[in-house]
């Protein structure tokens, strides 16, 4: 089962980027856990500075942004051929 993680305080674009990542992965049909990190300590063990940010399978693929369904797309059909 696939690991996404969200990683942000829970502002608005933290919650944008957890309902886009929810709805690619349901699309995809993969089996996945989706967890909303808010807890700075940990954003900040993933050496992420900027925020949101999403971590599939304990890599962070994005940070600072919100990417488009198609570019989280993208990303986790790649994790899932790793």
Do not use: F, W
Request: contains cysteine; proline residues 4%.
């Amino acid at each position: 089962m696939m690991k996404i993680e969200i990683l942000g305080t829970g502002c608005a674009k933290c919650n944008l980027l957890e309902s886009t990542a929810r709805k690619a992965a349901d699309k995809l049909g993969i089996p996945y856990e989706l967890v909303h990190v808010k807890d700075l300590g940990k954003i900040a063990a993933y050496g992420v500075m900027m925020t949101p940010a999403l971590v599939i399978d304990g890599q962070v693929k994005v940070s600072g942004k919100i990417p488009s369904e198609a570019e989280i797309t993208s990303l986790l059909t790649t994790a899932t051929s790793e």
